[in-house]
Nanobody
Framework: QVQLTESGGGLVQAGGSLRLSCAAS????????MGWFRQAPGKEREFVAA?????????YYADSVKGRFTISRDSGKNTMFLQMSNLEAEDTAVYYC?????????????????WGQGTQVTVSS
C-alpha cells in the first residue's frame, strides 16, 4: 500500500505561482511513476503531469500546462512537487497526486493505483 498526501494548495491571483507537494508513505518504492491530475467543478478529472520515479528526467505534461508547470521529485524524501507559474483562472481545480505501479499511458487516470485526497487551488482573475 502507498499513502499519498498533498499540500500547498490555496488562493492565488492570476499570474501568480504555487508549489504543490505530494508526500508518499508506506511502500512508496513500488511506484513506477507518479502524476498530478486535477478536477474542476462540473468537469472530469484531467491529467496534468507525470514523472518516472526512477528516471526523473522522464517527464510528461498536458499541453494546457506545458511551459507553465514543472513536475519534480525528491526520491530521498519520497516527495513529488508541482511548481505552477503564470496561473490562470482555468487552472482552478482540486489537484490530486497519484501513483502507478506499472508502465502504460501516463495520462490515463485509470492506470494509477493510489490517490491522494486532493488539495484545492483557486486562481482569482
Amino acid at each position: 500500500q502507498v499513502q499519498l498526501t498533498e499540500s500547498g494548495g490555496g488562493l492565488v491571483q492570476a499570474g501568480g505561482s504555487l508549489r504543490l507537494s505530494c508526500a508518499a508513505s508506506g511502500r512508496a518504492s513500488i511506484a513506477y511513476a507518479m502524476g498530478w491530475f486535477r478536477q474542476a467543478p462540473g468537469k472530469e478529472r484531467e491529467f496534468v503531469a507525470a514523472i518516472r520515479w526512477s528516471a526523473s528526467s522522464w517527464k510528461y505534461y498536458a499541453d494546457s500546462v506545458k511551459g507553465r508547470f514543472t513536475i519534480s521529485r525528491d526520491s530521498g524524501k519520497n516527495t513529488m512537487f508541482l511548481q505552477m507559474s503564470n496561473l490562470e483562472a482555468e487552472d482552478t481545480a482540486v489537484y490530486y497526486c497519484a501513483a502507478k505501479t506499472s508502465s502504460g499511458i501516463m495520462s490515463l487516470s485509470n492506470g494509477y493505483d493510489y490517490w491522494g485526497q486532493g488539495t484545492q487551488v483557486t486562481v482569482s482573475s
